[in-house]
């Protein structure tokens, strides 16, 4: 004997963004602060060490903002031009810069004049940055050289003039305090080693790099240029691992997450997108109102911040953990409830009964299970269920019809309770997952309640709001199937060989709204 | 070899008589075709067959007078007298005219009463007694009939006799005639044939209360009627008892009369009290319209028989217990014969929305799989849906099922594809595709490609939107995902907008052969590019299939004007055809045969044939007068030997058919006794050794042991005396069903184990020594028994040729192992 089987809810795949890990996490921002830089954003560096400052670079000056701070903690402002690439020591407590000038300023974060100015080098230095071993800062410029400058004596240690264009980005090797890399115009990324006097390896990445970022491993190279994200073995010769091509436009920073699992990009085109650092694939994006030209993210990932085009600069904390446990605690059964009887270890000689399991039915179920049609049909269109669970009013009206009992469910209903029905129905309709079910049922109420138009103002109101709703669907319907023809010309005239690729998306498209559409 | 014969292999429904009874509430018996089956109600194992009619079995009622035996009664016109444990006709009597029905009463000793159909007119039947003649010989006449009622309908269900054998009772159309005994009075009434609100109310079926002169009749609208002083003509009075909504199938009594059960297409068996209609009481849900309905003879069970051949056992307080089902009967098998590769099960529609696993060694269902998942409502005029396809993969991992609605303009398809879980023991649904198709999905193949694993499978369905698709396995990226892989649309193929009606894969994989009404397309499985296409005029295409193994480079097509075409697909030209009205094309998996069954003015042939050879390997002609609509090879788990040349074909597999009037069929060397032998040998109590744990656990035992003793050099000296024992062959040879509990058996099994005192043998310690090892065993200690046996039979080399002389330290320790107490046994 079977047990009755519960009408069955058909669920639909969410179309669109699916709700992941990462989603959930990425989402965890609050909205964004904005603040007005004076100029474009080039730069924004996180201080390595607590209460986790950044500097921002924009036009001459060197803002340092604290953590939820709206204002500038600290501004350094004594450039004649534009400044470029500040960028903090591993340490926190100096500050390094270029200039348009082509000179390398040195700063305290707690003074105000530079410590030490390099000069040296003839162009705009695009390219500032500390080795690891803290002593030693490297540079590249617009001459197209990239030179190493010793801090206590303020001297150039080396020269290299590998490039041939611009050298724009680079950055440093935490695992070796000799190894710095360089991102150029010139569609290469070089690897130099200071001890040497010239660069171990160099890596086509085929566009002018933009960002450049070595993993805290030191094995992985990412390069941004163009359009592409590149990631490069180091160790195995600078070998190509994957292309990343998910932004339309070209990609101008990079930046990894604190714990390294996640790598962002931000684009000219407006996105930011996380990556998994394991399958490479985008896991989340963001959205921005203009072109991003700078992108950097706190240690824990507690604050993104974003500098674009146009000197807006982005500023997004992590929401507080919700700490829901005191909020809502309800008073439940002691321990020993639970406890109770279920430590008893049958003996051997026991006969033990099992309990049978009680299922529990929703109440339309119930009611379907006892032939209550009218009653089920009540059910389902409570308004809790009706408002939030469509396609389970939806699949209710389904088996009444499958049982042939949907007319007479339908019939007898008051003006309110027919209000509430073409409510639904006229809202509805036009959902092409619910469709074929509401067109049937459209049809029974209109043949049912025919007699009495015009009796009712409300009634006579929802009529005429579903009439409208499928007329304007019907439109709808035709507009897409004459944009469908056009296109079908298109494709017909662009490909004469590959014929079966295009028949198969082509009758996917087409069955699709012919099916939606036959049904009026 | 012997003529192979067709013959019926599953429970066919049969008549269904009423006489179906239980026995004293451990037998059931039943009408099954030609056969009589007796059950074991708390088993539900087969524990007998009594067979020896020629015909189909009407009825069967248990001798009153001795409840060992049991009369039955057949179209053959013979009535049979049974003792049915044993299974041995006691007596045949020839009536000469078919037998529709049959009653046996307690009041009347030496005579029966049967239906027959009445001389010189057609259908009109009559009640009629007969006497049995108390011969000596097995076969006697029973030509003596007297007529006791005119008119009756044919089904057993419409007579019933009254309150102590007094009146009979019979119903036909809107007429109930009583008639008694006594008074040799007949009082006939009638309804009026006037409908009233469209009900008809025409009788059904008719029972007597057990104490009281009361009739209960059922009708067609549903109504139950009860109808009391019927003794006269006018004063007569009856009541309605009101519940079913359609026609009620059949009545039951309780033993006292204070129950009544009533049952019909709603598949509810409603148990009214007192006769009142505010107090009853439902089991609903029993699978399918109930037919029958029997009370055991203590009243203790009921049992419920369905029209899908089902027996469902029902306690008295309305609890259901159990049920015999073999080849479930259902509406219309539209999803074919498959095989099942993990379990060579015949899988086909069972129940409403389910798929059936029927296993065809032991006749029984091994599961049924709820396809649809869907309530069935059991109400006529509604669109129900049902399964229509399915398909397997090659190692029976994936299921491949569609359903659809009745309706045709709008067939609510859907395409679900599942998993087995090794887990559970049992498919899981993984993927379902609603509107796979726009249109009827005509046929349905997965891409068997067994050294490739599960990763390449590939499914095509065609459809009668013009179109075939071709569904991939699509692995999940998302790793939080509850489940890995799913199924979509990969490609999607049409030739000239004709509609799709049959695919078929290679046996290699490469090539799938789509048949488009009159063309038949092969396309390349990598790249889906049509590579040729065939075609056979006049007639659309309606079968094909590929050549296996060494004729594999061919393409069998059938038409509907009646060719079978073969192609060469290296050639790409017709290599032979043939004209035949071929129903059924179906290749053997295991060889390069192809069966085909013709259809030819009202009798089915069958040709087997290689594609090589234009010529058939074998011909039956008239099969069975049946049209013959789904066939299948099941694969035989070890070949069989069969020396004639011309059956050679069946060495690897069996060819089973289905009929249109459901009947399962098989072709087979051996003539029917020697088939049966075998499962009715098992069934004899005495003569049978049926494997029980037990006996599995000791042979295993033994052989170990006897293994050991010949590897030592030894002469096995401890069997016998245990073959020997009659209370361990008792236990052996005893069906588990029947035995004691094994705590109640046990100190039978280890005294008779024990040696009485007298011979002190080494045969005495040998059986000690089983004795200890066996213990061990179960401790599973097993480095511990090699240790001892050791010791032990280093022992006996010692006293292997001598004759018996203990020590007395010996003897000593050996009576100590006799006094140790082997009650931890019983816990076993």
Known sequence: MAAYKPVVVQACPKLGEKITQDTLYWRGYKTPVQIKEFGAVNKIDFSPVPPYNYAVTASSRIHIYGRYSQEPIKTFSR?????????YRDDGRLLAAGSEGGSISLFDVSGKAPLRQFEGQTKPVHLVGFLSDKYRIFSGGDDYSSKLWDIPSATEIISYSEHTDYVRCGCASKVNADVFITGSYDHTVKLFDARTKSSVMTIEHGHPVESVLLFPSGGLLVSAGGRYVKVWDVLKGGQLLVSLKNHHKTVTCLCLNSSGQRLLSGSLDRHVKIYSTTSYKVVHSFNYATSILSLALSPEDETIVVGMTNGVLNVKHRKPEEKNENSQKKRQPAYRTYVKGRSYMPKQEDFCVSKPVKRVLRKYDKLLRSFQSSKALDAVLEPPIMLHTPEVTVAVMQELHRRGTLRSALAGRDEKQVNLLLTFVARRVIEPRFTPVLVIVADMITDIYQPVVGQSAIVDKQFLKLQQAIGKEIDYQEELLEVLGMMDTLFATFTKKRDTCLEESKSNGVTEIIETNRNY | ?????????????????????????????????????????????????????????????????????????????????????????????????KLLALYVLASAEDSVFVVIPKKGER?????????????????????????????????????????????????????LQVYFFKRKLLNRFSLSTVKTKGGDN????????????????GHADGKIRLWRNFHHKKGYTYSALHWHHDTVMDLAYSLEGTRLLSGGVESVLVQW?????????FLPRLGSPIECISMSSDGVLCCTLHTDNRISIINSNLRFSRSIQGLIKSRDVKTGLVVDPRTKALVLNGEPGHLQFYSLQSDQQLFSLDIVQRQYIHQAGLKQSDLVKVAFSARGTWLATVEESEEVADPELQLKLWFYSEETQSFALNTRINTPHDNHITDMCFRDMDELGDDSLILVTTGRDCVFKVWVMVEDSDPEAHQSVSWSCDFVGSYHNYQATNCCFSEDGSLLAVSFEETVTVWDSLTWDLKCTFCHPPGNIRNICFGRLTCSKYLIGATDYGFLCCWNLLTCALEWSAHLNVVVLQPDPLSEHIAAVSWLSKESSLFVFKPSEPWPVYIQRNLCKEKILLAAFVPRDEPETISSEKYLWLRKSQLFFLTDTQELMTLSTKSLEERLTPSSKQLAVEESLPVTPFSVLLGKHRRQQAQEDTDLGKPVVHNKQEQASPAVKELLHTPAHVLPSASFLCTIFINSLLISKENKSAEEVADEVEMESEKAEDDSDEEDVTAMEQEDTSHMELLGEMTCKLSKSQEKELRKIRKMDYSWISAF
């Open chain 2, 202 to 217: 025409r009788f059904s079926c008719v029972v007597c209360h057990p104490t009281e002169d009361c009739i209960a009749t």
């Open chain 1, 79 to 87: 450039f004649r031009d534009a400044a470029y690439c500040a960028t």
């Open chain 2, 1 to 97: 070899a012997g003529v192979p014969a067709a013959c019926g292999c599953s429970g066919c429904p049969g008549p269904l008589s009423r006489g179906n009874g239980l026995s004293s509430r451990r037998y059931l018996l039943y009408a099954s075709g030609d056969f009589v089956k007796v059950h074991s109600v708390n088993t539900e194992e087969t524990l007998g067959l009594l067979c020896g009619h020629a015909d189909l079995v009407t009825g069967i009622q248990l001798n009153p007078h001795n409840h060992m035996q049991l009369y039955s009664s057949s179209l053959d016109g013979t009535i049979k007298l049974w003792d049915f444990m044993d299974g041995i006709p006691i007596k045949t009597f020839t009536v000469g005219s």
């Open chain 2, 273 to 281: 009290h007192n006769e009142s209609s505010c107090q009853k009481d």
């Open chain 2, 123 to 175: 259908d009109t039947f009559q009640l009629v007694s007969v006497e049995l003649t108390k011969g000596a010989g097995q076969d006697l006449e029973g030509k003596e009939l007297s007529v006791v009622l005119d008119g009756v309908g044919e089904s057993s269900k419409q007579i019933a006799f009254g309150r102590e054998d007094s009146y009979v009772v019979s119903v036909k159309d809107v007429n």
